[in-house]
């Protein structure tokens, strides 16, 4: 009697826990990855290949493909398979799929996705689950682009945003004056906070892939918010900042972030448009904090950014700014996102 298929959901799940590497440095991984596409993208450009097909055939290399380096990852790639169950049931009336057949039946769960509505960015996140469940590279299905000055994240109100409000107070407080992302807020310690000065303060906090970020706080009001919660939980003899009855909400704890680097870009751009020596001071403190995280400095610092396409198109239709100080943008990228990219800075934050 042949043995039953398990539900396809408890398939992929299993994969996916044999790729969890939390704690790994992603670094290294990236690093061979470039090396390693760089490699067969001229190899195949000496046989003749296109730029364009070199390009394509060298972007499958992937050297971190099966691995999982965070624990929210982990848990949108979970949601992800949740999402391909469910898939599999409507279509084929059952859950009981191999993971042979589930690789033919990718591109039909993207299609699917877009019959049914869901967003590009959705539809993006939960291909990114299935394909690193089933070992696959992304770029081969064909998906809905993103535009990222579309997105509704942390711009609509939330279900809970009125109840929140309250429950959450302390956490969305806190939040708009360090920009952490939740986990990283929930983990912080009184210890991860150095008070330079009544002025300045450096949050410190484990992010993505157990990367060590350092958050700057820099302006005395806000520090001195920062040092109440810290003086708050040393005197209740709480270890972390925040407690777990503070933390225990579903609040946008994301637009929080994106409140604090908005106003830390206003503040800096409003600083430097007509002062070369804070521009200056700017440009110095960036170069020092790309250098202390042994992080290259690509971009010109004397360059605006311009959004372009599509994203161009609809921040003009709303309204919003498509031009920003460089400067104002990659300090706040880095020195309170720790993204260190301005097209993420904006995209993600500022363009909302």
């Known amino acids: 009697m042949a043995k039953r298929l398990p539900n396809i959901g408890k398939t992929l799940k299993n994969e996916l826990s044999k790729k969890m590497a939390i704690g790994e440095k992603k670094k290294p991984y990236l690093e061979s990855t470039v090396a390693e596409r760089a490699k067969i993208k001229k190899n195949l450009m000496d046989k003749g290949y296109s730029k364009e097909n070199a390009f394509n055939e060298a972007m499958k290399v992937n050297t971190y493909r ?12 979970e949601k992800a398979v949740e999402a391909f169950e469910r898939f599999c049931e409507e279509t084929l009336g059952t859950k009981r799929v191999s993971a042979e057949e589930a690789k033919t039946l990718v591109q039909a769960f ?3 996705g877009v019959e049914k ?7 993006h996140i939960r291909l990114c689950g299935i394909c690193k469940a089933l070992g696959l590279c992304i770029s081969d299905y ?9 997105a509704k994240r942390s711009v609509l109100p939330a279900k809970n945003d009125e109840y929140n409000s309250y429950r959450a107070y302390k956490a969305l407080l806190l939040n708009s004056i360090i920009g952490l992302r939740r986990r990283e807020l929930e983990r912080l310690k009184v210890s991860d906070i150095v008070f330079v000065s ?3 303060a450096e949050v410190h906090s484990v992010g993505k892939g157990g990367k060590k970020n350092v958050n700057i706080v820099s302006t005395e009001e806000s520090v001195s918010v920062l040092k109440r919660f810290v003086d708050m939980a040393k005197a209740n003899g709480q270890e972390y900042v925040l407690t777990s009855e503070d933390m225990d909400n579903d609040a946008d704890l994301h637009s929080e972030r994106s409140y604090c680097a908005r106003m830390a870009y206003n503040r800096v751009h409003n600083e430097i448009k007509d002062n070369d020596e804070r521009r200056n001071y700017y440009k110095n403190e960036i170069r020092k ?10 971009e010109n610092l004397d360059n605006p950014y311009k959004c372009r396409g599509y994203n161009k198109e609809l921040l003009l239709k709303n309204g919003k700014e498509v031009v920003f100080d460089r400067v104002a943008l990659m300090y ?6 720790n993204h ?13």
């Not at 999982?68 to 949108?76: A, K, M």
């Not at 790309?290 to 992080?295: Q, T």
């Not at 706040?332 to 996102?337: N, Q, Y």
């Open 66 to 77: 099966d691995k999982i380096f965070s624990y929210s990852c982990y848990e949108g790639y």
């Open 110 to 112: 993207v299609d699917w």
């Open 117 to 123: 509505g869901h967003s590009p960015h959705t539809i």
């Open 142 to 150: 064909e998906k809905p682009s993103r535009h990222y000055a579309a």
């Open 198 to 200: 009544p002025s300045y």
């Open 289 to 298: 904090i790309f250098e202390k995280n042994n992080k290259v400095l690509r």
């Open 332 to 337: 706040v990228s880095c020195a309170i996102l």
């Open 340 to 352: 260190y990219r301005s097209d993420t800075t904006v995209q993600h934050y500022l363009a909302k």
